[in-house]
C-alpha cells in the first residue's frame, strides 16, 4: 500500500535502515486497532492494549506472505502456534517505535494520509481514485476506512521518525579513511585445488566394510512405524464447485433486495480554510475566484489547513459522513467545479469546491454476483450444516468409511503412509496425525472424531494399515552406506593429501610448482578487492576473512563441495581514500552513515524494549 515509500528512499543501504521499522507496513501486518466484536486484549504495550483480533490478523497475513514467497508450500505447515511468537514480538516492536515518534511531538495528518491514498496504483481505475475498489480490498483484508487509515497514519510516523535517524547520520573524516582502507582494500594470492571427487571415484569397499558398517551402526536404520487411513473430507469448496443457482433465484433475491439497496455517492472535495477570516479577507478571496484564479493555488496561499494546503486544498473523497454537518450539506448542494458561500464549523470558515463526483448505481447487473454469491454460500451453509450433522452420526462406530462416504454422496480416500511425524497434504495436519495415532484409532479401530481443520473443511478417518517399526535389511541401506564409507574415506585422504601440500609451501615451494607437481589446478590473482567479480567467489571470501597480518603464510579451507583449497596471501594494499572519485567518496560516505544509523536503530529497539512495560 505505501509504494510511495520505496521510491523516496534512496539506495540499498537505506532501504535496509527502514525495513529494520516498516516492514510489517509493506508486508500488510498493520492496523493495530481494530474494531468488531473480538476485542479481547492479548498484549498491552506501555498501556496500549493490541487485541487477539489484531495478532490473529497479523498472523493470517504473515502466512500469506508465507505461501507467496515458497510456492507449492503445503498451508496446513504453517501452523498458528509456530508463526505467533515471532509476529507478536513484531508488533511489539512497532508499536514501540511508534510511540516513540508520538512522544517525539510526530503526527501526520489525515489530509496527509488521504492525499498519499489518492495516489495509491492499488486504489486507481483509469487513473481516478476508486473509492468502491479501495473499500473493497481493504474490507478483504479485515480492515474498516478506519482502522485503515489509522494503520497508514502509523506506518508514516514511524516511517518519519526513522528517516530522521538516517538523515542525521554521519561519520568523521577519520571514520571515512578507516573505512576506505577497509573497503578498498586490495589483495594478492596464490591458490591451487585439489578435488575430492576423483579421491571418493578411486575408493573401493568391500562387502565386508559394508557389512561391518551395517552391524556397527543399526540404531541408525530404523523404519519408523507407519499407518495408512481410509478417510472422508467435508470441505464448503465441495458443493460450490460443483451448484449453482439459477436466474429465477438470483431475480427474486434482488426484487427483495432491491427496496434496500440504495445508490451510493462520492464526492471529492476540496477547500480553503480560515481560521478566523476578516469579511475583508473574505472579499479578496472570493474576487479571485471571481476573476478565474486557480483554486488550488489560492488554497496553497491562503489556506490555514496545513494537511491540504500544499495539496491545493483537496480533501479526498466523502461519501457524506466524512466531514462535520454544514461542511457535508454544502458540498452536496454544490454543482461540479463549484465553490461554496463561506462555511462555517468548529475548525473555522471554509470555501468548499466540488472536484469529482462518483456514483455507483444499483442495479440488477451491478448486484447479480453479489447475488448470486450469497445465496450460494447460504445453500453450501445449510448443505455444510447437514452433511456435518450426518457425518458425525454415521461415522461413530462406523465399520467402514466407504459407505458412509456412499450415504452422503461423497467420496472415500486413502492416504499415503505417513508416521508419527506427519506426511503430505492432508496427514501434514497435526489434528490428523494426533487422532490417527490415538487410542481410539490406532488400538480399538474406531473412526475418529469428526476433526475441525478450519476454513470450512472437516474430516474423519478410520485405520486401514498399521506398519509396525522394525529393522531396516542390509539391501535396503546398502547403497546409503556405500555413500557414507565413501565420503567418510575420501575426506580422510584429502585431508592427508592437503596437509602434505600445505607442508610443502610453508618448507618453500611454490603453490605453483606444488600444483604442477601433482597435476592440479591452480591460479593467481592481483590486485583483487572485495567487490570484484571474475574470482573465484569462495576462495575470495575466505582470502578476505584472513588477517592483514597473514600475508605470506599459507592457509588452507574446503568449499562446499569438500574440495580441498590451499591459500598463499602474499600482500596486502590498503584502500586508499584520496584514489576514489566523488561518486565512489559519496556512496562510501553514504555506506558508513547507513551503517551507523542501523546501530543506532538497533541500540534504540533494545532500548524501548528494555524500558517498556509490555503485558503479554
Not at 490428523?432 to 475441525?452: I, P, T
Amino acid at each position: 500500500m505505501l509504494d510511495s515509500f520505496r521510491h523516496n528512499m534512496k539506495g540499498i543501504a537505506f532501504g535496509i535502515v527502514i525495513l529494520i521499522a516498516i516492514v510489517f507496513a509493506f508486508s500488510g501486518i498493520g492496523s493495530l486497532n481494530v474494531s468488531g466484536t473480538a476485542v479481547e486484549t492479548a498484549v498491552e504495550v506501555n498501556g496500549e492494549p493490541v487485541s487477539e483480533f489484531a495478532i490473529q490478523q497479523a498472523i493470517n497475513t504473515e502466512k500469506q506472505r508465507i505461501l507467496n514467497q515458497n510456492e507449492g508450500l503445503d498451508p496446513a505447515l504453517l501452523e498458528d502456534d509456530l508463526i505467533r511468537p515471532q509476529v507478536v514480538e513484531q508488533i511489539i516492536g512497532r508499536k514501540l517505535l511508534a510511540q516513540a515518534a508520538q512522544n517525539g511531538g510526530m503526527a501526520i495528518s489525515s489530509r496527509a494520509t488521504s492525499k498519499l491514498l489518492l495516489a495509491t496504483p492499488a486504489f486507481l481505475t483509469d487513473g481516478r481514485f476508486d473509492q468502491e475498489l479501495y473499500l473493497y480490498k481493504i474490507r478483504n483484508q479485515g480492515y474498516t476506512n478506519g482502522t485503515f487509515l489509522e494503520m497508514i497514519k502509523e506506518d508514516m510516523v514511524i516511517e518519519q521518525y526513522v528517516r530522521g535517524f538516517a538523515t542525521s547520520s554521519f561519520i568523521t573524516p577519520n571514520e571515512f579513511v578507516q573505512l576506505a582502507a577497509l573497503t578498498e582494500q586490495q589483495r594478492d594470492y596464490y591458490y591451487l585445488t585439489l578435488p575430492i571427487q576423483p579421491i571418493e571415484g578411486a575408493v573401493v569397499l568391500t562387502d565386508d566394510q559394508v557389512q561391518s558398517y551395517y552391524d556397527a551402526n543399526k540404531d541408525r536404520f530404523q523404519a519408523e512405524e507407519q499407518v495408512v487411513v481410509e478417510y472422508i473430507e467435508l470441505d464448503r469448496g465441495l458443493f460450490i464447485q460443483t451448484n449453482d443457482v439459477s436466474e429465477e433465484q438470483i431475480k427474486a433475491r434482488f426484487d427483495e433486495q432491491v427496496d434496500a439497496l440504495e445508490s451510493t455517492i462520492s464526492r471529492q472535495a476540496a477547500h480553503i480554510l480560515l481560521t478566523e477570516p476578516s469579511d475583508a479577507l473574505l472579499a479578496e478571496i472570493k474576487s479571485k475566484l471571481d476573476a478565474g484564479d486557480d483554486f488550488s493555488a489560492l488554497a496553497k496561499t491562503y489556506s490555514e489547513d496545513v494537511g491540504s494546503a500544499d495539496f491545493g486544498g483537496d480533501l479526498g473523497y466523502t461519501s457524506g459522513d466524512t466531514f462535520p454537518e454544514a461542511f457535508e450539506d454544502a458540498l452536496a448542494a454544490l454543482a461540479l467545479g463549484q465553490v461554496s458561500a463561506p462555511v462555517k464549523t468548529d475548525s473555522g470558515t471554509h470555501l468548499i469546491k466540488l472536484l469529482d463526483i462518483q456514483e455507483q448505481k444499483v442495479d440488477f447487473e451491478s448486484e447479480r454476483q453479489r447475488i448470486r454469491d450469497q445465496l450460494l454460500a447460504e445453500q453450501s451453509g445449510e448443505w455444510m450444516a447437514e452433511k456435518l450433522a450426518k457425518l458425525k452420526e454415521l461415522s461413530f462406530n462406523a465399520e467402514n468409511l466407504t459407505e458412509v462416504a456412499t450415504d452422503l454422496g461423497l467420496t472415500a480416500q486413502v492416504s499415503e503412509p505417513f508416521t508419527r511425524d506427519g506426511g503430505n497434504g492432508i496427514t501434514a495436519y497435526p489434528s490428523v496425525v494426533e487422532a490417527a495415532f490415538g487410542g481410539d484409532v490406532l488400538k480399538d479401530n474406531y473412526a475418529s472424531n469428526v476433526l475441525d481443520l478450519g476454513d470450512d473443511r472437516y474430516l474423519v478417518l478410520k485405520m486401514k494399515n498399521y506398519i509396525p517399526a522394525r529393522q531396516k535389511e542390509l539391501q535396503e541401506v546398502k547403497s546409503l552406506i556405500t555413500d557414507t564409507l565413501k565420503g567418510e574415506t575420501a575426506r580422510a585422504e584429502i585431508a592427508a593429501q592437503g596437509a602434505a601440500l600445505v607442508a610443502r609451501i610453508k618448507a618453500g615451494e611454490s603453490v605453483e610448482a606444488v600444483a604442477k607437481s601433482q597435476k592440479l589446478d591452480w591460479q593467481v590473482v592481483m590486485d583483487a578487492t572485495r567487490s570484484a567479480g571474475g574470482n573465484n567467489p569462495e576462495v575470495a571470501r575466505f582470502v578476505f576473512t584472513l588477517p592483514a597480518t597473514s600475508a605470506g603464510g599459507v592457509e588452507s579451507f574446503y568449499t562446499r563441495s569438500g574440495d580441498f583449497v590451499a591459500v598463499r596471501l602474499t600482500e596486502v594494499t590498503l584502500g586508499d581514500a584520496t584514489k576514489l572519485n566523488s561518486e565512489q567518496q559519496a556512496s562510501l560516505a553514504y555506506l558508513g552513515a547507513s551503517s551507523s544509523t542501523s546501530r543506532e536503530l538497533q541500540g534504540l529497539q533494545s532500548s524501548l524494549q528494555a524500558n517498556a512495560d509490555i503485558v503479554r
